[in-house]
């Protein structure tokens, strides 16, 4: 399954990505990813787990094939 986590700090994402592996994407300026990072955002607000005014709090993004992660219960 193809999966994607936004974040709000680039070492936040590079962590994850070490982690589960993956592309990082970034949206920023000057960056060669920035195309990239535009359509998960889009995927993601189109698929409706984010919403569009979410994205400049997030301009990282991490995408890979695999499990998708599971859902963290509220306490």
Do not use: I
């Not at 982690?19 to 300026?29: E, R």
């Amino acid at each position: 399954m193809y999966c994607n986590k936004f974040f709000k700090t680039e070492d936040e994402a590079k962590a994850f990505q070490k982690s589960h592996g993956g592309a990082l994407y970034k949206n920023v300026k000057r960056s060669r990813t920035r195309e990239s990072y535009r359509v998960e955002a889009a995927m993601a607000v189109q698929g409706g787990w984010m919403h569009g005014t979410d994205l400049d709090a997030h301009p990282y993004c991490v995408a890979w094939n695999g499990e998708p992660l599971k859902a963290r219960k509220e306490n």
